[in-house]
C-alpha cells in the first residue's frame, strides 16, 4: 500500500501564492506518475497537473497553465505544486494520487491512478 499525504493547503488572498506538498510512503517510491487534482464545492474532481516519474514530463490543465509548477524531490519521495496568482476560482481541495500501472494513460483522468491522498483545502479570497 501506499500513503499520500498532502499538506500546504490554506487561506490565501487572490494573487498570492501557495506550495502544495504530496508525500509518499508506504512502497518503494517507484510509481510512475503522480497527479494533482482538485475539487471544489458542488463540482466534479478536475484535473491540474501530473508529473511522469522517469521522463519528468508535465502536464498541465489549461486553467493553470502558466500559473502552476509541479515538480518532484526523489530523495524526499515529495511532489510539489507551487501555485501562483491564485484566483478565488482556484478554492478548491486538492489531491494528489499515484499511478503505478504501466502502459499509456491520460494522465489527466483520475481513474488512472492507484492512490490518493486525503486531501488539502486551499481556499482564495478575492
Known sequence: QVQLVESGG???QAGGSLRLSCAASGR????NAMGWFRQAP???REFVAALTWSGGRTYYA?????????SRDNAKN???L??????PEDTADYYCAARY??????LSVGRWYDYWGQGTQVTVSS
Open 101 to 106: 500501472g504501466g502502459g499509456v494513460a491520460d
Open 62 to 70: 489549461d486553467s493553470v497553465k502558466g500559473r502552476v509548477t509541479i
Open 28 to 31: 518503494r517510491f517507484s510509481s
Open 82 to 87: 507551487q501555485m501562483n496568482s491564485l484566483k
Open 10 to 12: 490554506g487561506l490565501v
Open 78 to 80: 515529495t511532489v510539489y
Open 42 to 44: 458542488g463540482k466534479e
